[in-house]
């Protein structure tokens, strides 16, 4: 197996140039920068050195050709001063490449217990599915932005933005509670007012919906949903202990907004 060669001198584009597969230069002017040619024609920059905790890390600043030997010390230098000032970007850098993603974080949420009806979990589940992981699943939890999220919301129809950025903001409050960031980015984002919907069928429309109908179960049910302007899962899920048949009123007590 090939080792590699070491040399020390200044590293200059000439010096590049002439590496030989399986060698290494080390700056003698930058301690710990150095460029490196394996068994091919890369050639990697990189730049070493300890924490003020005494860990070694070996970051890699990237390949000559993209980067200039100038470029790249000053890369270098940059590191060194930060860790200098107590940071360590190639842990922060290997920290945040280990970070946890939206769809896992989307799907740690869907799995735990949440005490929401199981219609609601659907609509949520749904929800993540057809819009935050096919579009925002790849990001990192800890460096989304607010700006990206809003762009997000941008990207969805009128109808679905409000709630699907509300979902997304309790998905990020989650990710707070569980301490993976900070922050929420989704708090501060101004959501579109939701659209009531008032409009009632007029007497003509309820005679021709009434002469469409074919007498049979079906049918009856079709009514009933009409005249009440009940959800078909309350209608569906309705119980007799929610009827008063002398006074004609139903007591939902499974609606969104209480009883």
Request: one cysteine or more; charged letters at 30%; aromatic letters at 6%.
């Amino acid at each position: 197996m090939a080792t590699n060669q070491s040399i020390k001198t200044k590293i200059s584009i000439r010096a590049v140039e002439a590496m030989q597969p399986h060698s290494i230069i080390w700056d003698k002017q930058l301690p710990g920068f150095n460029v490196r040619r394996q068994n091919s024609e890369v050639v990697t920059f990189s730049i070493v050195y300890r924490t003020l905790e005494g860990t070694q890390r070996w970051q890699r600043i990237g390949r000559f050709g993209v980067w200039t030997p100038d470029q790249a010390r000053k890369e270098a230098q940059r590191v060194l001063r930060a860790r200098d000032l107590g940071e360590d970007p190639a842990g922060a850098r290997k920290a945040l490449r280990n970070a946890m993603t939206i769809a896992q974080l989307c799907d740690e949420y869907s799995a735990r217990e949440n005490g929401k009806k199981p219609a609601t979990v659907k609509s949520d589940n749904s929800r993540i599915k057809l819009h935050i992981k096919p579009k925002l699943g790849r990001f990192k939890v800890i460096s989304i932005t607010s700006e990206q999220i809003e762009d997000f919301m941008h990207s969805l129809s009128k109808g679905t933005q409000g709630r699907v950025i509300g979902l997304l903001g309790a998905i990020f409050s989650y990710a707070v509670k569980r301490k993976l960031r900070s922050d929420n980015p989704v708090r501060g984002i101004e959501k579109p007012k939701e659209t009531k919907r008032n409009r009632r069928l007029s007497q003509a429309e309820y005679a021709q919906f009434g002469s469409a109908l074919n007498g049979e179960m079906v049918s009856d049910i079709f009514k009933l949903l009409a005249v009440t302007g009940w959800r078909s899962s309350e209608a569906k899920n309705l119980r007799w202990n929610e009827l008063d048949l002398e006074r004609n009123i139903v007591t939902l007590g499974r609606h969104q907004d209480g009883r």
